[in-house]
């Protein structure tokens, strides 16, 4: 992110990356909840069991695949999933989006 660009995003440590993540940017809405909220609410708990595509080895993951989609729709917000790998343009995209509401 360039140093011109101010963030709405206040980030706060946690235990697990994505619902740090939801609590932090949800914090910003003004919505606080707890990371163990999110992981709740989002429907969390489950595990996925994968071979890899690029390695021999069998995967675990300890999280439900949905969780971020599920925590928003039981919050009744509306959130698609997007790929920017430019963090400045993925936050130009995000403040006219929210800019527009």
Do not use: W
Not at 9 to 25: E, L, P, W
Not at 51 to 56: A, D, L, P, T, W
Request: hydrophobic share 35%; proline share 2%.
């Amino acid at each position: 992110m360039s140093a011109n660009t101010k963030s709405p995003y206040q980030h706060k440590r946690g235990i697990h990356c994505i619902t740090t993540a939801m609590a932090n940017i949800l914090s910003g809405e003004n919505i606080d909840l707890s990371e163990e909220l999110c992981f709740g609410i989002g429907s969390g708990l489950g595990f996925t069991y994968t071979r890899g595509k690029s390695i021999e080895q069998y995967l675990v993951f300890g999280r439900s695949d949905d969780l971020e989609l599920n925590l928003c729709e039981m919050l009744g917000i509306y959130a698609k999933l997007s790929h920017e790998p430019d963090s400045d343009l993925a936050l130009e995209h995000l403040m006219k989006k929210k800019g527009s509401q």
